[in-house]
């Protein structure tokens, strides 16, 4: 049984800091693409960062490259959103998600390719 687990969300002012992981278990966590979406109240969620398998590429959605930084360590089983220089548009509820399939994902942007999804952690950044 696939388990994604987030955690290191939680409350913090506009222009500090956050790092959120993930921890992966029941797949093989070297085969999936990785990615971070979040959902704000009210709106729909939205893709935030990916990262392929191997960990050779990145993908971002504008609004926070630049700011925010993914990263997976194979050999942990973990992946990881650092988050800087946070603002009050930031503040949702993010998901971690692994690919539907091993290796190739041809959008990292959408989550139709994600198969499993985790929980959830809650992002406040206040103003």
């Known amino acids: 049984q696939v388990q994604l687990v987030e955690s290191g969300g939680g409350l913090v002012q506009a222009g500090g800091s956050l790092r959120l992981s993930c921890a992966a278990s029941?797949?093989?966590?070297?085969?999936?693409?990785m990615g971070w979406f979040r959902q704000a109240p009210g709106k729909e969620r939205e893709f935030v960062a990916g990262v392929t398998w191997s960990g050779g590429d990145n993908y971002y959605t504008d609004s926070v490259k630049g700011r925010f930084t993914i990263s997976r360590d194979n050999a942990k089983n973990t992946v990881s959103l650092q988050m800087n220089s946070l603002k009050p548009e930031d503040t949702a509820v993010y998901y971690c998600a692994a690919g539907r399939t091993r290796y190739l994902m041809t959008d990292y942007t959408t989550d139709a390719s994600y198969g499993y999804w985790g929980q959830g952690t809650q992002v406040t950044v206040s103003s």
């Open positions: 029941g797949l093989t966590f070297s085969s999936y693409g």
